[in-house]
C-alpha cells in the first residue's frame, strides 16, 4: 500500500512514525510546504519530500493519505484526494465552517469515497471503557464534561487565532474531541445554549455549553487557559438513577448502590499499540490509523467518515450561533 502525508507538523510526523510501524515503508511521499524545513523531515523519514499536493500526486500513485495541514487548507486538499479516488483521513476539525463540512460530505458521498476524520478519542481504551459501563447508570439524569489545556495566556498571532482560517478557538479546535464522546453517548442534543468568552485571543479561549437532552441536561466547560495542564486532558462525569461515573485522564471510577471500583488505564487489555508519545495519547493514533489502512484494503467504510461525524460540525455550529446570539438554538 501507497500512503501518503500531507503537512508535516507534530501530526502529520506522528502519523508518518506510527505508519511505519504499522506497515514498514508504505509512506510513499510526504508534503511540507515550507521548503526551509525540507532538509529536517528528509533526517526523519526516508520518503521524498514534495512541496505540495500536485507533486506528490504527480510522483506516486496513492492508495490513501493522512491530511494534517491547516484547517482552512483542508477542502481543496481532501476534494482533490477524493476527485482522484484517493482513501483520505483528515485531521479534525473537518473544515473551518459547517459550509464546507457539508460541501465535502456531498463530495464523498457522491463519489463513495473512503474517508475518515481523525477523532482519535474514539480508540480511546479509557472512554470506551466507559461507553460500555454507561448503561450500568441506568437513566441519566445529567452529565459535566471539561476540556482543559494550557495553551493560550496572552495575544496570539497565526492562523489558528483568525476565525476565518481556523473557525473559531477552544471549541472548534480541542473540544471535538469531547463533543464527539457526547454525541456518541448521549445522542444530539435537543438545543444548546453557549458562553464564549476571549480573554487572551481573537477566537474564544473558554466556553460553558448547556446542552438540554430533553429528560436530562448536560454541560461542557473548556478552556485552553487552565494553568497546568501542558497536555490537552478531558474528563466526564455522569449521574444517573443507579450510580455515577468519573472518568479522568487515567482512571475511571464507577458507583453503583453505594460500592464504587476503579478501572486504571494501564490495567486495561494491552493491544500492541505503539505509543509515541504516551502524555499525548499518541497510541491511539496508532489505533486509528491501523482501522483507516484496514478500510482502505477491505474497501470499507470508516465508523468516522466524514459523513457519520458531521453531526460533530453540525453541533460545532450550533454552539458558534448559540454563543453569538445569546439565545438557545434548538438542534437543526
Known sequence: MKV??????KMGLTHAAVLETLEPGCVAGVVEADRGAH??????????VHADLAGLLAATALDAAIVSTPTFTHEKIVAELIERGVAVLVEKPLAENLAVCERLAALAERKKAITAVGYSIDYDPLFNEA???L?????????????????????????????????????????????FVLLEAFGTPKSVKAVLRSPYSAVEDEAEVDLDHGDFTGRLTASWSVPGKPNLELALYVEGENGRMAVGADELLIEEVGATRSV?????????????????????????????????????????????TLKVDRLIDAIYRAGASGQEVPWA
Open 39 to 48: 532538509g529536517t523531515v528528509k533526517s526523519l523519514l526516508k520518503a521524498p
Open 264 to 308: 486504571a488505564r494501564k490495567d486495561l487489555a494491552a493491544d500492541g499499540a505503539f505509543d509515541l508519545a504516551p502524555a499525548a495519547r499518541a497510541s491511539n493514533y496508532w489505533r486509528e490509523d491501523r482501522e483507516f489502512l484496514d478500510c482502505v484494503r477491505r474497501k470499507a467504510v470508516p465508523r468516522n467518515s466524514i459523513q457519520s
Open 135 to 179: 448503561p450500568k447508570l441506568g437513566r441519566i439524569t445529567r452529565y459535566r464534561a471539561f476540556v482543559e489545556h494550557a495553551e493560550v495566556f496572552g495575544p496570539k498571532k497565526g492562523w489558528l487565532f483568525q476565525k476565518a482560517k481556523s473557525g473559531g478557538g477552544v471549541i472548534i479546535n480541542p473540544a471535538p474531541h469531547m463533543l
Open 4 to 9: 501518503g502525508v500531507v503537512g508535516m507538523g
Open 131 to 133: 461507553r460500555r459501563l
